[in-house]
């Protein structure tokens, strides 16, 4: 049997759910009501019960994220939404806290989302047997890992492609609780890692002026699919529940493109996990949407500097060099490219990203809306694309179409049209009409074919139609169209009804955990959740951080990423080449802000404290 690999967008409303459908995606996922990670990206019940309705019909899947931590008093509230969400068709749920495994719940799929920091294969088998259907995977993970995974177990393996990283392993982010107890596991985080910090050593000596230290660049392994699929992901997720429609367009059109090329080679194995197919009206480019640059981050190992230290915001589309300031004007490589109203950025020259529009473009030249001193041979970029918007905001500018076969026929009373889609579903209209010859006995079949084509905004294209009659019928136009718009519309309704959506009913277990031991990052926040873990053999179990945090003495981060290797002070990959170790600890500081920094070579991870922490520094 085939694999189906998928593609996974977001959606932060029903109008963008529509638009990743209609760009190709495979499945689509949305906040409900209540417990989403995006606070800014709730839905209600029923714009979430219409984007099933209109997934469904392309056997595209809609997921629902409910993956905040709980508290007991939410529990209740929880179990109902759950059961809301199951009734009107929601195909899974992503989930974190593990109280909801322990929920008289209806059988919906789960999924464990990349909240609950999955990493280790012995725990994401350890879920997997819980009951969980799938596993979003850490993003820090290697290609390595990624198969060891799949090879410890057989659960399905989602994997983020594109889109925003978090600098924190996921789930273990608590920087923003500690500075103004907006909690990132409630769904409130207030981006920290994308203020500006100076960079202070041992010696109290300021190595670096505010600079954002902590925000790293995009993510982008979309050239790694064919090597991802083979390490056992049958799914890529797209970052991004508050991203403009633009970007969700551009990005899933683009991997959609991407991931059919692959499919086509591969049609052996592999095959897509939706019907239909779209076209667009624009030529898909990740650089063209909201992005800090891109990385790959660690899915081929540690192997570059991952920083975007300069700004937060989005660098976009490299233009070119500016060749010259010229008047009111800037003269830029490939300035041909730009267009009115563009929005370009630049680092200028205190190493701070800078930014201007154009009000005019005219013959390779660029009249500014303010004219700022820019130093030749200054990277210019674009990061607000006008023509590229216009085009991308139309609605037409990606249709998706089901492959239908259209069969017109005569029967005893009339004639009867029939649909048969590329799923094999069946529609047949009958109408009651004489059968009349043609005038001087000419074939209209050619009209007929004309006509049964014009499917318009419904979501058919009829890839074939065939007439088969005996004589040379004769059959109004508007006989023709009523006939093909009533079998697309019974059409629909059969898809509709035919859609399986898969069931699993969670069955309470008790193997294993493989600790015993968990501290604040495992984010238990409730009783249900801690009987859970108990059960599974868990004898010692902290409270989450947002019921026990000490202030000025916390662990607010761990991560992957390492300021020492962005540095190129790191003891192991840099060792060659660099002249002094750093005076430990470093502080990043920012206003009233201030944090130490551990660094744990061993497992090569970056621990972030407050100020007032007391940790022992590891030597190299």
């Not at 259209?406 to 529609?427: H, M, P, Q, R, W």
Request: glycine share 6%; hydrophobic share 35%; with cysteine.
């Amino acid at each position: 049997m085939k694999k189906k690999i998928e593609i996974l967008a977001p959606a932060k409303d029903l109008i963008h759910g529509m638009a990743a459908i209609n760009a190709g995606a495979d499945a689509v996922y949305i906040g409900a009501p209540q417990f989403g990670a995006r606070s800014n990206a709730h839905n209600s019940i029923e714009d979430v019960a219409e984007l099933v309705k209109y997934a469904h019909l392309f056997n595209a899947q809609v997921f629902v994220v409910i993956n905040t931590i709980l508290y007991d008093n939410e529990l209740e509230t929880c179990r109902q939404l759950i059961w809301k969400l199951y009734d009107i068709g929601v195909d899974a749920l992503i989930i974190q806290d593990m109280a909801i495994m322990e929920m008289e719940l209806p059988p919906i799929v789960l999924h464990a989302s990349t909240q609950a920091n999955n990493r280790d294969a012995d725990k994401i088998k350890f879920l997997k047997d819980a009951g969980m259907k799938r596993v979003v995977l850490a993003r820090e993970l290697n290609l390595h890992q990624i198969k060891e995974i799949s090879e410890a177990t057989d659960v399905e393996l989602e994997f983020f492609v594109t889109g925003a990283l978090c600098v924190s392993f996921s789930g273990n982010c608590y920087m923003s609780v500690a500075n103004g107890e907006r909690s990132a596991n409630r769904g409130s985080c207030a981006q920290n890692c994308r203020l500006p910090y100076n960079l202070i050593d041992g010696n109290g000596d300021t190595l670096i002026k505010n600079s954002h230290l902590l925000s790293i660049k995009d993510f982008d392994v979309s050239d790694q699919i064919p090597n991802l699929i083979e390490a056992g992901i049958c799914s890529f997720k797209i970052e991004g529940r508050l991203k403009d429609i633009v970007y969700v367009k551009n990005n899933v059109s683009y991997l959609r493109q991407k991931l059919d090329a692959f499919l086509e080679q591969n049609s052996d194995r592999f095959t897509k996990a939706s019907s239909g197919k779209s076209s667009y009206t624009f030529e898909s480019s990740l650089d063209k949407s909201f992005n800090r640059g891109y990385t790959d981050y660690f899915v081929n190992e540690r192997h570059q500097a991952i920083g975007s230290w300069e700004s937060p915001k989005s660098k976009g589309q490299y233009i070119g060099k500016l060749i010259r300031t010229a008047g009111n004007s800037y003269e830029i490589e490939n300035g041909e490219l730009l267009n009115n109203g563009d929005g370009l950025c630049f680092i200028n020259q205190n190493n701070e990203a800078d930014g201007i529009y154009v009000n005019r473009a005219e013959n390779g030249f660029i009249y500014p809306n303010v004219l700022k001193e820019i130093k030749d041979g200054t990277f210019i970029y674009r990061n607000n694309d006008t023509a590229f918007i216009k085009i991308v905001e139309r609605e037409d500018s990606a249709v998706r179409k089901i492959s239908t076969t259209l069969l017109l026929s005569e029967n005893e009373n009339g004639f009867e049209l029939k649909a048969t889609d590329e799923d094999g579903n069946v529609s047949v209209v009958s109408i009651v009409h004489p059968k009349e010859q043609t005038k001087n006995n000419e074939s209209i079949e050619q009209n007929f074919k004309i006509n049964l084509a014009k499917t318009g905004f419904t979501p058919y294209n009829a890839d074939e139609i065939l007439i088969e009659f005996s004589q040379n019928w004769f059959l109004p136009i508007s006989k023709i169209n009523e006939m093909r718009r009533t079998v697309y519309e019974q059409l629909s309704e059969i898809r509709l009804t035919n859609y399986v959506r898969e069931e699993h009913q969670i069955v309470k277990t008790s193997h294993p955990y493989p600790e015993t031991k968990l501290d604040f990052m495992y984010n238990v926040a409730n009783k249900t959740a801690r009987k859970f873990y108990e059960r599974h053999g868990v004898t010692e179990i902290e409270k989450a951080f947002e019921l026990q945090w000490d202030p000025g003495k916390s662990r607010v981060m761990t991560t992957k990423y390492c300021i020492k290797y962005e540095l190129e002070k790191c003891p192991k990959y840099h060792k060659d080449t660099m002249e002094a170790k750093l005076k430990e600890p470093l502080v990043l500081k920012q206003g009233e802000l201030e944090y130490k920094l551990k660094f744990n070579c061993k497992p090569c991870e970056m621990e972030i404290w407050e100020k007032d922490a007391e940790f022992e520094i590891e030597e190299d």
